[in-house]
């Protein structure tokens, strides 16, 4: 009787530690499965290939372009991988590639034009708010981190007047000339035809 109830004891622990392996596959697979389809559209949006999102560690190389982050940073997050199974080097570890994490995220907001708000939306909310990014109307502006303080403004508008881009071969504006209302006729110059006489 006590062999017998020895076996159930060993198949039951050899069941539980089976369904243990397979809910661990299983959430894996839909983690990635996730994570690829939220950065899809912002690889979209910054000219990388859509499938790299799925790839894991080469969706964080991308990531750490398309941001402008150096690319050795991705033996940071392999590194907190691998020692994640030590104990107490492991919590410090993912202590650190939480904070590389946070300045990825803001590099991340700035390259869509977006402010410290949005920094906490993405550290928070990961999901949501790379999926608006990817796949909302917010462009694509640039590496964030290669963007200095002095080129964004709040939400990312340019500080100060700038005069639009000229096309090539186009004469630049003389002065400043206000936006025209729906059915006005552009000012003329003194000297045109039509033009009110002096």
């Not at 596959?25 to 994570?35: D, P």
Request: hydrophobic fraction near 45%.
């Amino acid at each position: 009787m006590h062999l017998m109830s020895t076996y159930n004891d060993s198949a039951a622990s050899a069941a539980a530690m089976g369904i243990a392996f397979v809910s661990l596959i299983f959430s894996l697979v839909i983690g990635f499965a996730v994570t690829g389809l939220v950065l899809m559209g912002v690889f979209r949006k910054a000219g990388k290939p859509t499938w790299a999102a799925f790839v894991p560690y080469y969706n964080v190389y991308l990531l750490l372009d398309i941001v402008g982050r150096p690319s050795w940073w991705i033996w940071l997050y392999v590194g907190a991988s691998v020692l994640a199974f030590i104990p107490f080097i492991g919590f410090l570890a993912w202590i650190g590639v939480l904070v590389l994490q946070i300045f990825v995220m803001n590099d991340l907001a700035k390259s869509f034009g977006k402010d410290t708000a949005w920094t906490v939306g993405l550290v928070l909310l990961p999901v949501v708010f790379v999926s608006i990014l990817g796949y909302g109307q917010s462009p694509y502006l640039g590496q964030g981190a290669l963007m200095g303080p002095q080129a964004q403004g709040f939400y990312g508008q340019q500080q100060g007047y700038q005069a639009p881009p000229q096309q090539y071969g186009q004469q630049p504006q003389q002065g400043y000339q206000p936006p025209q209302q729906y059915g006005q006729q552009p000012p003329q110059q003194p000297g045109e035809p039509g033009a009110p006489q002096q």
